[in-house]
């Protein structure tokens, strides 16, 4: 069985847009998080993030993600830290993104559109380094020394990659794999 949250807005009759109640939208993206928080931190905060080839085709990876808050002020994001390459190729082209977190046979997906920033995006070089250092540490990463840490993400070009939270799609909490009787 799989249960499905939608957090986006939904055209009225009349074609305009309306967003739904918002404490049932908050409540809804909330429980998402905090859902997707709780599996993630059971197995490294591992997790697969799926993104679109130029052929349309799944580009698969293995990341480690966390929730921070988008440097903007716009609410809660799901975010990892990537190395520039296929992923965030794809995300520049093609901003959808869905990310699957599991622990055991429970699991949570979040789709949603993605902001891919990098050191040249704008955002003042602290601000920028605070925000890869925020990602980390939801991500579970821990560093003795964060300034070792700040140059090996300016030498790496490192992005931040941050899903906005627009469908949850999970299985029932307590939901356990069970083998068909022979």
């Known amino acids: 069985m799989t249960?499905?949250?939608r957090t986006h807005t939904r055209a009225t009759t009349s074609g305009a847009s309306q967003s739904p109640q918002p404490s049932r939208t908050a409540d809804a993206e909330s429980a998402g998080l905090e859902?997707?928080?709780?599996l993630a931190a059971r197995d490294r905060h591992l997790a697969v993030l799926i993104t679109?080839?130029?052929d349309g085709s799944p580009q698969v990876?293995?990341?480690n993600c966390g929730v921070v808050d988008d440097p903007s002020g716009d609410g809660r994001?799901?975010?990892l830290v990537a190395r520039r390459g296929a992923k965030t190729r794809n995300l520049r082209r093609n901003p959808q993104a869905t990310l699957a977190v599991r622990s055991g046979w429970e699991w949570i997906a979040v789709s949603g559109h993605s902001a891919v920033i990098s050191r040249d995006d704008g955002l003042s070089i602290p601000r920028f380094e605070q925000l890869l250092r925020d990602v980390f540490h939801a991500a579970g990463g821990h560093h003795d020394d964060l300034a070792t840490y700040d140059q090996v993400m300016a030498v790496?070009?490192?992005?931040?990659v941050l899903i906005r939270p627009e469908r949850f799609t999970s299985n029932p909490i307590g939901a356990e794999h069970r083998e068909p009787a022979s």
């Not at 859902?35 to 709780?38: A, D, G, M, T, W």
């Not at 790496?156 to 931040?160: D, N, Q």
């Open 3 to 5: 249960e499905t949250i």
């Open 35 to 38: 859902r997707l928080v709780e």
């Open 52 to 54: 679109l080839d130029d």
């Open 77 to 79: 994001r799901v975010a």
């Open 156 to 160: 790496e070009r490192r992005c931040a």
């Open 61 to 63: 990876s293995v990341v």
